[in-house]
């Protein structure tokens, strides 16, 4: 493990004004029902719509000029995906997404519009990695990996230098913080950051899918066959290998939700705070509402993004607002 | 007319620190539908969920210690309730908030949460000013008046003055400004904020409760008899006074928008930009997607509020995005 908290702060200098600063937003009746002051930090606003944007794009600032002419490679079936298709595009390279043949059609076109080539490839992480792979070897594009990458790692952690920041400057410290995890990214990024700070950073992930929990119990990664839960940005099948260690060194520990607490964050989230999370997203802030373990009195939250089906935006509210 | 933009400025500095600095967004997707670049100052993160909290929390700052002590008084069916309700709190007095016999339960609960006493009074504005006024002869207490009050069109307009910083902290000017009208207390202030600075200000109106559009267009207040709309923060019988000259002087012009264009703003507003408006909150956006008169390139939105009911939000998810 060579990636630190120096890598997390050189990161945040090199994406100074190419990435938004979100807000912290305060929420007195998501503190009430969390019974803590709960800080979120909304990469729900963040470009395209998801905390991806940060480390894809550090990633590819930190190729050569040459290697990044050359293209950017990724796979995904989510926020990254768009999340690279933005980065070639402000950088003015060409971007090639491998997704699934099942993939959302709205994911589909979010990739398009930004001007991302889509080649289809299989229902399977696997077949999707093959696939960019192939055409990181035709075109000696860079890939950018998901999560299992320093960089990617580094810019991820922006995200909660940026919280530790606005939280200091309103006068206050965290206890602690919740970060939702999938491939453990955000995490790792979010660990590295709250180094040495005191700040007890807690992983958060589904009943169904709880590959970093595992994985930390054992001491060494367990892949898991998700189970089905809204949250479909927190399946994968394992963690990756450096995001485990750095969680292994730096994570308190590991939290589960249910899809029902799930769901009822997103609403909370809704009609209390105003900002649309995706479930993936408002998975944090269900386990703090359900409350951290050790009861911490200052909770920050990062609400991880923001793109959901608007249907499911409406199954929500009739099933836990009464809509 | 006494008030000016020097009283927006001082209204700004005694705020500090004790409302929200809200965030000014920018939305690409929001952008290219509008055919200009759109700040949007979301006032639905303000506290208590609208842009009310500042124009009700200078005017009880603006009372002497003795007055501020025997209460705050008002009417209101909606949000300016429970902005004083909380302004009262925030100080240490007594509320008593004049509402209609029918008013929606989520706001009798809103102002109840935040210790406010409330009392009973008809269905109509008359009614409910004629009841606060017995308030305040019995309690010696002070009247905060939803809109027509110097003091109160100076707090509003710092949501303004605090959007003209936030631009041009990003290096940028505004040539328009869109604002929703309702009794024009948040367009007063924002009309005295821009005074001098350029920036184009309309009035924004639903077609079916456009008494500011009549107004200017009079040259003197006509009141009018609200039709129906989902913009029910928009719907007051008649300006005020003050607001109407402000509007006057100030004021580039008056546009109105329909319920359907509200309902796509609202929808547009939730999917692209994350947050979530009440119909009032994104009438402005719906005229800057409609296009202002002029075509200005930059414009800066009011978000103006985000307190709606749930079945409201998954009735125009149903209707405007297919969910």
């Given at each position: 493990m060579t990636v630190t908290r120096d890598d997390v702060v050189a990161a945040a200098a090199r994406l100074a004004g190419l990435v938004r600063r979100t807000p912290a937003l305060r929420v007195p009746a998501l503190d009430a029902q969390a019974g803590a002051a709960v800080w979120l930090?909304?990469?729900?606003?963040q470009d395209v719509g998801a905390f991806k944007a940060r480390g894809a794009l550090h990633a590819a600032l930190r190729l050569s000029p040459e290697a990044r002419a050359r293209g950017l490679v990724t796979y995904s079936s989510g926020n990254h995906a768009q999340a690279v298709a933005a980065a070639a595009r402000r950088l003015g390279v060409p971007a090639t997404i491998a997704m699934p043949v099942d993939a959302p059609a709205v994911k589909v076109r979010g990739v398009e519009a930004l001007g991302g080539v889509i080649v289809r490839a299989g229902t399977t992480s696997t077949e999707r990695r093959a696939a960019a792979l192939e055409v990181v070897a035709r075109t000696g594009g860079a890939l950018i990996e998901p999560f299992d990458d320093d960089d990617v790692i580094a810019g991820q952690g922006t995200a909660t230098l940026e919280l530790l920041e606005q939280v200091a400057d309103a006068g206050e410290a965290l206890d602690a913080l919740a970060v939702p995890v999938g491939g453990g990214g955000l995490l790792a990024g979010a660990a590295l950051a709250c180094a040495g700070t005191g700040v007890a950073v807690w992983a958060v992930e589904p009943v169904a899918a709880d590959a970093m929990g595992r994985s930390l119990a054992a001491g060494e990664r367990v892949a898991v066959t998700p189970g089905p839960t809204?949250?479909?940005?927190?399946?994968?099948?394992q963690v990756g290998a450096r995001n485990l260690a750095i969680a292994r060194a730096h994570v308190a520990g590991a939290v589960t939700v249910d899809d029902a607490e799930i769901g009822r964050a997103v609403v909370a989230l809704l009609l209390h705070g105003k900002v649309l999370a995706e479930p993936s997203g408002a998975a944090a802030l269900a386990a703090a509402l359900a409350g951290l373990p050790g009861r911490p009195a200052r909770v920050g939250v990062i609400i991880s993004g923001g793109n959901v089906e608007p249907a499911l935006v409406a199954h929500l509210l009739a099933e836990h607002a009464g809509a």
């Open positions: 930090k909304c990469e729900n606003l809204i949250a479909d940005g927190l399946k994968p099948v």
